[in-house]
Nanobody, 114 residues
Framework: QVQLVESGGGLVQAGGSLRLSCSASGIIFSRYAMGWYRQAPGEQRVLAAR???????NYVDSVKGRFTISRDNAKNMVYLQMNTLKPEDTAVYYC????????WGQGTQVTVSS
C-alpha cells in the first residue's frame, strides 16, 4: 500500500522554526522526486520546495533562504526545515512523491501567529 504520512506541523510564533517530516511506504523511494506543497485557506495548492531523486533542490522564491528540503533514502523520509517563519507561511503542508504520477500525503497544518 502506497502511503505518505506527514508530521511536525503546529502553531508557532513569527520568527520561529518547525521541521516537517514525511514518511513514505509502498514505493521505491529513491526513484521519486519529493516535494512539499502548501495550500493556504481559499488558495490553490502550490509548490514550496522540491528535491529530485538525485538530491537537486529547488524552492519557490518566497521561501528561499528560510526553508531547507532534505531526504534520507535509507529511511524513506523527506524533511522540510522551516526557519524564520512568517504569518504568510500559514497553510496546510502536503508531502508529494513524484515520478510518472504524483502521490499525496494527507497534509499537516502549519500556523504562524504574528
Amino acid at each position: 500500500q502506497v502511503q505518505l504520512v506527514e508530521s511536525g506541523g503546529g502553531l508557532v510564533q513569527a520568527g520561529g522554526s518547525l521541521r516537517l517530516s514525511c514518511s513514505a511506504s509502498g514505493i521505491i523511494f529513491s526513484r521519486y522526486a519529493m516535494g512539499w506543497y502548501r495550500q493556504a485557506p481559499g488558495e490553490q495548492r502550490v509548490l514550496a520546495a522540491r528535491i529530485s531523486s538525485g538530491g537537486i533542490t529547488n524552492y519557490v522564491d518566497s521561501v528561499k533562504g528560510r526553508f531547507t528540503i532534505s531526504r534520507d533514502n535509507a529511511k524513506n523520509m523527506v524533511y522540510l526545515q522551516m526557519n524564520t517563519l512568517k504569518p504568510e507561511d500559514t497553510a496546510v503542508y502536503y508531502c508529494a512523491a513524484e515520478l510518472t504520477v504524483r502521490i499525496w500525503g494527507q497534509g499537516t497544518q502549519v500556523t504562524v501567529s504574528s
